[in-house]
T-cell receptor, first 109, second 112 residues
Framework: GEDVEQSLFLSVREGDSSVINCTYTDSSSTYLYWYKQEPGAGLQLLTYIFSNMDMKQDQRLTVLLNKKDKHLSLRIADTQTGDSAIYFCAREDSYIPTFGRGTSLIVHP | DADVTQTPRNRITKTGKRIMLECSQTKGHDRMYWYRQDPGLGLRLIYYSFDVKDINKGEISDGYSVSRQAQAKFSLSLESAIPNQTALYFC???????????FGEGSRLTVL
């Protein structure tokens, strides 16, 4: 299987919460990340979590890490149309990030 | 000005041609990377460099080469382009603390 897996699409209504899930195979990562890519642009770091943490909250964003199941999730509260983008999960090993295929988040008015 | 600048932003070329994509950064980072993005495949690492004298192959280095001319410059070459190298290419740099990547805006390459 792939090193980092995530579903390709998620559709939500404006104002609802979005949850994007990611699983990974290698538990040696020091950091795990969520990047956002808007149309026509490069990726930008949204948030990251240190591997010895279970949760990190940053305004509307909540990252949950389940090390036992090698599962990472990103919750976006009160999703807005401006949150429509591709979200990439990534893990880092020896300063080399490996990315998932990206989840396209579509937000309906 | 952008911290990570890629040139050209768009390029159309023919099979067999040599192509160079250039990347320069003003962030002062030692680590630089070249990734390729294809729809539905995410980003795949082509080459990376942790220092001017350090070059390493990534997951998909076949058909590509790189040159680290200075701390701030990292170029990617396709010696003889082929159609399946049509993709969006990203250069990125990394800090030394949390390994956050800072991306350029991408170079879209089409090989006919």
């Amino acid at each position: 299987g792939e090193d980092v897996e995530q579903s390709l699409f998620l559709s939500v209504r404006e104002g609802d919460s979005s949850v994007i899930n990611c699983t990974y195979t290698d538990s040696s990562s020091t950091y795990l990340y969520w990047y956002k890519q808007e149309p026509g642009a490069g990726l930008q770091l949204l948030t990251y979590i240190f591997s010895n943490m279970d949760m990190k909250q940053d305004q509307r964003l909540t990252v949950l890490l389940n090390k036992k199941d090698k599962h990472l999730s990103l919750r976006i509260a009160d999703t807005q149309t401006g949150d429509s983008a591709i979200y990439f999960c990534a893990r880092e090993d020896s300063y080399i990030p490996t990315f998932g295929r990206g989840t396209s988040l579509i937000v309906h008015p | 000005d952008a911290d990570v600048t890629q040139t050209p932003r768009n390029r159309i070329t023919k099979t067999g041609k040599r192509i160079m994509l250039e990347c320069s950064q003003t962030k002062g980072h030692d680590r630089m990377y070249w990734y390729r993005q294809d729809p539905g495949l995410g980003l795949r690492l082509i080459y990376y460099s942790f220092d001017v004298k350090d070059i390493n192959k990534g997951e998909i280095s076949d058909g590509y080469s790189v040159s680290r001319q200075a701390q701030a410059k990292f170029s990617l070459s396709l010696e003889s382009a082929i159609p399946n190298q049509t993709a969006l290419y990203f250069c990125a740099t990394s800090d030394s603390v949390v390994a956050e990547l800072f991306f350029g805006e991408g170079s879209r390459l089409t090989v006919l």
